[in-house]
C-alpha cells in the first residue's frame, strides 16, 4: 500500500516514518512537507527497513485544495495518510491566530479533499491527529488554552464530515493523544506532575506510531483514538513485534 505522512518533519511523523520503512504492507512511504523530511540515520532503522520505498515531496502552500501538478502526481493513487502538520501549543504564542488556524484546521481539511481526490482506492484511509483536550462542542470549551481547543475540535467535525459525505469512499481516524514523549522528546518530572494532576494522559511516540500505522494498514479499530488507545493498541503492536 502507498501512504502518504503528511508534515513529515516533525517529531511524530519520524516514528511514523521509521516504522512504515519496516512494515512490508507498506510498499511506498511519500512524506510530504514544506521542508524536504530528513534522511533517516541509520543507527535509527529497525530490522528490515526499506529506504528505497521512502520519497520526500515538498509542498510549498498548503493553503489550496489544488495542489501542483507535480505534487498531485506523487500523491496520486494514495492508500492512505496520517495528517501531523499543526501548530502545537509551544508554538502559539509566536504563531499569528489566523496561522495557527489555518495550519491546524485548513491545510488538513484541504489536504483530505485534495489527496482523496487523487486516488481511486477505496477505502481511501485519513488519520487526523489532534490533541486530548480539542472539544467538538463549542459550548465544552476548556479553561486552558480553549480557543485552541476549539480550533482543533472544529477540524475534527470537518474532516469526520467530509468522510460522512464521501459515500464509503473516505474513512477518518481522529487520534486524541495526550503528552507524546520519546527517546528525542522527554517529558520533564514537573511536567508530568501537572499534566497529571490535569488530567491528561501520557503516550510514546512509538506507541502512537505503531497504532496509527496498524490502523491505517489493517483498517481503523474506531472512529476516535483517545489517548488509552494509543497506548493500549500501540503496545500490543510492540509486543508483537518481539
Ligand atoms: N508532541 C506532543 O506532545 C503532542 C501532543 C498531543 C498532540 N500532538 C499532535 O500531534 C501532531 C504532531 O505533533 P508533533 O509533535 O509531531 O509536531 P511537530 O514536531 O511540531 O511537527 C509539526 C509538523 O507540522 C509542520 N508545519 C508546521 N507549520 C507548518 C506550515 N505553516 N506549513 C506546513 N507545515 C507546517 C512542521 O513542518 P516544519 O518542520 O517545516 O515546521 C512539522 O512537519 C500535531 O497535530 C500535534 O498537535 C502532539
Same mark, same amino acid.
Given at each position: 500500500m502507498?501512504?502518504?505522512?503528511?508534515?513529515?518533519?516533525?517529531?511524530?511523523?519520524?516514528?511514523?516514518?521509521?516504522?512504515?520503512?519496516?512494515?512490508?504492507?507498506?510498499?511506498?512511504?511519500?512524506?510530504?512537507?514544506r521542508?524536504?523530511a530528513?534522511?533517516?540515520?541509520?543507527?535509527?532503522?529497525?530490522?528490515?527497513?526499506?529506504?528505497?520505498?521512502?520519497?520526500?515531496?515538498?509542498? %510549498?502552500?498548503?493553503?489550496?485544495?489544488?495542489?501542483? %501538478?507535480?505534487?498531485?502526481?506523487?500523491?496520486?493513487?494514495?492508500?492512505?495518510c @496520517?495528517?501531523? @502538520?499543526? @501548530?502545537?501549543?509551544?508554538?502559539?504564542?509566536?504563531?499569528?491566530?489566523e496561522?495557527?488556524?489555518?495550519?491546524?484546521r485548513?491545510?488538513?481539511?484541504?489536504? @483530505?479533499?485534495?489527496?482523496?481526490?487523487?486516488?481511486?482506492k477505496?477505502?481511501?484511509?485519513?488519520?487526523?491527529?489532534? $490533541?486530548?483536550?480539542?472539544?467538538?462542542?463549542?459550548?465544552?470549551?476548556?479553561?486552558?488554552?480553549?480557543?485552541?481547543?476549539?480550533l482543533r475540535?472544529e477540524?475534527?467535525?470537518q474532516?469526520?464530515?467530509?468522510?460522512k459525505?464521501? $459515500?464509503?469512499?473516505v474513512?477518518?481516524?481522529?487520534?486524541?493523544? $495526550?503528552i507524546?514523549s520519546?527517546?528525542?522528546?522527554?517529558t520533564?518530572?514537573?511536567a508530568?506532575?501537572?499534566?497529571?494532576?490535569?488530567?491528561?494522559?501520557?503516550?510514546?511516540?512509538?506507541?502512537?506510531?505503531?497504532?496509527?500505522?496498524?490502523g491505517?494498514?489493517?483498517g481503523?479499530?474506531?472512529?476516535?483514538?483517545e489517548n488509552?488507545?494509543?497506548v493500549?493498541?500501540?503496545?500490543?503492536v510492540a509486543?508483537?513485534k518481539?
Amino acid at each position: 500500500m502507498k501512504l502518504i505522512v503528511a508534515g513529515s518533519t516533525g517529531f511524530v511523523a519520524t516514528e511514523i516514518i521509521r516504522q512504515s520503512l519496516s512494515n512490508p504492507s507498506i510498499t511506498s512511504i511519500v512524506a510530504l512537507g514544506r521542508k524536504p523530511a530528513p534522511t533517516p540515520v541509520a543507527s535509527t532503522l529497525l530490522p528490515n527497513a526499506d529506504l528505497s520505498k521512502l520519497k520526500s515531496v515538498t509542498l %510549498d502552500n498548503f493553503d489550496t485544495t489544488d495542489y501542483p %501538478d507535480n505534487v498531485k502526481s506523487e500523491l496520486a493513487n494514495a492508500d492512505a495518510c @496520517i495528517w501531523t @502538520i499543526a @501548530i502545537t501549543p509551544s508554538q502559539l504564542k509566536s504563531t499569528p491566530w489566523e496561522t495557527t488556524v489555518k495550519v491546524c484546521r485548513d491545510y488538513a481539511v484541504n489536504g @483530505i479533499k485534495a489527496i482523496s481526490s487523487l486516488t481511486e482506492k477505496k477505502p481511501f484511509r485519513f488519520v487526523y491527529i489532534s $490533541g486530548s483536550n480539542a472539544v467538538r462542542d463549542p459550548a465544552k470549551k476548556p479553561l486552558l488554552l480553549g480557543d485552541y481547543c476549539v480550533l482543533r475540535g472544529e477540524a475534527e467535525n470537518q474532516i469526520l464530515e467530509f468522510a460522512k459525505n464521501s $459515500g464509503g469512499k473516505v474513512e477518518v481516524a481522529i487520534a486524541k493523544p $495526550g503528552i507524546i514523549s520519546g527517546p528525542t522528546k522527554e517529558t520533564g518530572a514537573l511536567a508530568k506532575v501537572f499534566f497529571g494532576i490535569i488530567g491528561i494522559g501520557k503516550v510514546r511516540v512509538g506507541q502512537i506510531a505503531g497504532a496509527l500505522v496498524e490502523g491505517v494498514t489493517k483498517g481503523f479499530e474506531k472512529e476516535t483514538y483517545e489517548n488509552a488507545d494509543l497506548v493500549r493498541i500501540g503496545g500490543k503492536v510492540a509486543a508483537a513485534k518481539e
